[in-house]
């Protein structure tokens, strides 16, 4: 599959992963990718209340999650900004949340649209 991804700048998704999780069956790859961003959106949406309210529990709660589920599913690019979040709640720090909160939701945005260009005519 790696002869259809862009070549330009670092890999935002991890291609091989995602293959690997949905063996290349290109409906499940389209249901999981769904089923990621749908799931991510929700995360993300928590995630800013969380900071807000310097829940630093629930910062680590789901700044973990969204990192698991992102390398599960080869969505990579979203989990380094993730693992900060999730490693200074750890510490008890909410402080600065605001940047890699930025960079995670810019990743997103950034793999949903290489996906999709990616799925469109992905054919297994």
């Known amino acids: 599959m790696t ?3 862009p070549s330009d700048g670092p890999p935002l998704i991890d291609f091989d992963q995602l293959h690997a999780a949905t063996d290349g069956d290109a409906e499940v790859m389209r249901e999981l990718v769904a089923l990621y961003f749908q799931q991510a959106d929700e995360i993300m949406a928590g995630l800013r209340a969380a900071v807000q ?3 630093v529990a629930e910062v680590n709660h789901l700044a973990h999650k969204l ?3 992102s390398l599960a599913c080869g969505m990579s ?3 380094p900004p993730l693992r900060v979040l ?3 709640a750890r ?3 909410v402080d600065g949340a605001e940047e ?3 960079l995670a939701a810019r990743q997103i945005e950034l793999m949903r649209a290489q996906i999709e260009t990616v799925l469109v ?4």
């Open 67 to 69: 990192a698991g589920s």
């Open 53 to 55: 309210k310097r829940d």
């Open 77 to 79: 690019a979203a989990a």
């Open 100 to 102: 890699p909160l930025a």
């Open 121 to 124: 005519n992905y054919k297994k």
């Open 3 to 5: 002869d259809s991804l």
């Open 91 to 93: 510490e008890g720090r």
């Open 86 to 88: 999730e490693h200074n």
